[in-house]
């Protein structure tokens, strides 16, 4: 009973002494376990939302406009009117050259009737010279008065058709004054108001911009030239934007635009990601933080980047721990084992384990600590810490 209760004390007396001693010269690792999942590498880009079409409605003529008939957010049909100019200048052009092509079809009437006389003459002439009846000169004189004549009525015709262009221009002038939309959509802009004078002598004026379908928007980003090269069209996209944090919305790549674009000697390239707008939630303008995904792998073996580039600190300088292949330090016995692998796809956080003797569930070294305060600690997942030996 004696001897019971000496061993008892000895062996808390052990325990007590490595926990004074022994702890605070202790180190730890911290660990996480190899497991399976996706690994996604991808390009990271900021754009804007923007309708796949938008339409700019302008004016082809100046004028006053007297009548809005489309505003923000109006759904609007082909040819619907959206707006009016003061057609009344251009109904008195029209008026004008009504009144010069009249004039000219009775000017070309008045010189028929000379044409016909001077056919008439011409024959009577004709008819003399034949008898010997009128000298040469005569006959002449008729032919000539007759030629001219023909000529009048060729330029009394000519004059019609140049009144008359002038004015089919003038009615299609005075139809510009009706603006209307050019396509079905809706009308996301509106830059025009009642009374409000439009000069189109330079520059056609932007009245309305109309997006076809709001159901499908596109993201314009920008993407830098170093990750421009492995983004190709077709590859999957996935946004989100400030007014819903908490949701991720769907894409592909659509164009990889050749234009390049400079801002203080960066140079970007727009690539151009399409996404379904069913519920409208996206609108034009929104600022879109975008993940083009380049490559990925499904339900894969990996592990995480720090494992890969964690060396033990007593090993570092140990070039005979280290190989010339991607590893990483296993705990197996209480010691830690580095285990080469067979490294795929990175997408800087996790790594795919293509081969190695390593299985899922392993825990692999992170990092490691040094524990002053207590004989356990847990890692990074939960887990327990395991101490050097």
């Known amino acids: 009973m004696i001897s019971l209760a000496i061993l008892s004390a000895l062996i808390l007396a052990a325990v007590v002494a490595w926990w004074t001693f022994g702890s605070s010269a202790t180190g730890g690792y911290v660990t996480a376990p190899l497991s399976r999942g996706n690994v996604t590498r991808a390009v990271t880009a900021t754009g804007s ?86 000298s040469r000169d005569s006959y002449d004189v008729a032919v000539n008065a007759l030629n001219q004549a023909r000529a009048q009525v060729a330029v009394d015709q000519a004059t019609i058709d140049q009144r008359q262009a002038g004015l089919d221009a003038a ?7 009706n603006i209307v939309a050019p396509v079905d959509g809706i009308v996301v802009s509106r830059n025009v108001t009642i009374g409000q004078t439009v000069a189109s002598s330079f520059q056609t004026p932007t009245l309305f911009l109309i997006a076809t379908d709001l159901s499908k928007m596109q993201v ?28 991720t919305f769907e894409g592909a790549v659509s164009q990889v635009r050749q234009a390049p674009q400079t801002v203080q000697n960066v140079i970007t390239y727009d690539v151009v990601v399409t996404a379904a707008n069913p519920q409208l939630l996206l609108k034009p303008g929104m600022t879109a933080t975008v993940r083009v995904i380049t490559a990925e792998r499904h339900n894969v073996l990996r592990v995480s980047d720090a494992a890969i580039r964690y060396v033990p600190g007593g090993l570092s300088s140990a070039s005979s721990q280290q190989g010339p292949t991607p590893g990483v330090w296993v705990l197996r016995g209480g010691r830690p084992l580095r285990v080469a692998i067979a490294t795929g796809l990175d997408d800087d956080t996790f790594t795919e384990v293509l081969k190695g003797d390593v299985k899922e569930g392993d825990r692999v070294i992170v990092s490691e600590h040094t524990d002053t305060t207590s004989p356990s600690r847990k890692s990074t997942n939960g887990g327990p810490t395991m101490r050097l030996p």
């Open 49 to 134: 939302v923007n309708p796949v079409l938008t339409i700019t409605v302008g004016s082809y003529v100046s004028g006053v406009i007297q009548e809005i008939d489309c505003d923000f957010n109006t759904r609007v049909k082909k040819g619907q009117l959206c707006a009016k100019i003061d057609a009344r200048p251009y109904q008195t052009i029209v008026e004008q050259n009504k009144a010069g092509v009249a004039t000219a079809k009775a000017q070309r009437q008045k010189d028929q009737a000379d044409l016909a006389y001077a056919l008439i003459n011409e024959r009577r002439y004709a008819n003399l010279r034949t008898q010997n009846a009128t």
């Open 171 to 177: 009615i299609v002038n005075l139809g510009y004054t």
């Open 220 to 247: 314009d980003t920008s993407v830098s030239e170093s990750d421009v090269g492995s983004v190709h069209a077709g590859d999957k996209a996935r946004f989100t934007v400030e007014a819903y944090p908490d949701k």
